[in-house]
């Protein structure tokens, strides 16, 4: 069964409970696959192919893909207020960063907008794309760029949003607003994103995974500003960073570069 986000962000747990563990997020009209329903929550694969339950009241289930065709628009602001109105502000939702949202028309310096419910909203005028290919390919400094306006978000487990974000979620929205799919985790950005290159060549926008003291796991990723310096988000510190290289506090484990060389 197809479903679609239909608030600002959904919170996706380890277990068919709320507040059980979360295990991520999704944004405002990113298409889920529901594989099972139990109660109130549902089971489900979002685009980046991980698993989690959901709350059936925050998705919509629809036969059609939303936003699959025509055109859309996406947020390329931490935020986006969402209005019902293209006169005056009159707030229907607030849209995070990397919402694609269905594009129906526009008026003046506005687009309209058809939600995942059926509702309709007028959002500043933006950039309009392709249903079918909405994150055009950008260069490193775009996606480092991303990540620097992202500093001062607060530490969230599970976070994809700018109201909260883990490391690799950090990783992950920085490099989905450059045209890049990352896997959702640390561990298995490690594994399947990119190529690994020596420490001695990192450059800018490179991926560095980290393990802890005790254990072999990958468990952290930042993003490479220069030799020293690395932008990431700060489980000890709670908190988007930039910091120096040595200060992260945990064992280099390799370096990937996902984006190809110039």
């Given at each position: ?141 775009h996606i480092v760029g991303v990540a620097l306006r992202l500093v001062g978000t607060p530490y969230l487990w599970g976070g994809t949003t700018p109201w909260g974000l883990d490391c ?62 690395v932008v990431h988000a700060s489980g000890s510190k709670r908190v988007v960073m930039v910091e120096s290289l040595p200060n992260v506090g945990a064992h280099l484990v390799g370096v ?7």
């Open positions: 069964m197809r479903a679609t986000v239909s608030v600002p962000v959904a919170d996706m747990w380890k277990k068919p409970k709320r507040n059980s563990e979360r295990v991520s997020q999704v944004r405002l009209g990113e298409s889920l696959v529901v594989e099972r329903i139990e109660d109130r929550f549902a089971w489900v694969r979002s685009e980046d192919g991980y698993h989690g339950w959901i709350e059936r009241s925050s998705v919509k289930t629809s036969k059609r893909k939303y936003a699959g065709r025509g055109k859309v628009t996406v947020v390329e602001g931490l935020f986006e207020p969402i209005s019902t109105d293209h006169q005056r502000l009159d707030m229907l939702m607030v849209a995070p960063m990397g919402s694609t949202l269905e594009v129906v028309g526009k008026k003046g310096n506005w687009t309209r907008v058809r939600l995942p419910d059926g509702r309709s909203g007028f959002m500043r005028l933006g950039e309009l794309r392709p249903a079918h290919g909405p994150f055009p390919k950008r260069d490193i400094a690799s979620g950090l990783a992950q929205l920085a490099y989905k607003m450059g045209g890049y799919q990352l896997l959702r985790d640390a561990d298995l950005q490690f594994e399947s994103n990119g190529r690994l290159v020596s420490e001695s060549d990192m450059r800018r926008g490179d991926l560095l995974f980290f393990r802890g003291e005790s254990d072999d796991r990958v468990s952290h990723v930042a993003i490479c500003l220069d030799k020293d310096m990937k570069r996902v984006v190809p060389s110039e």
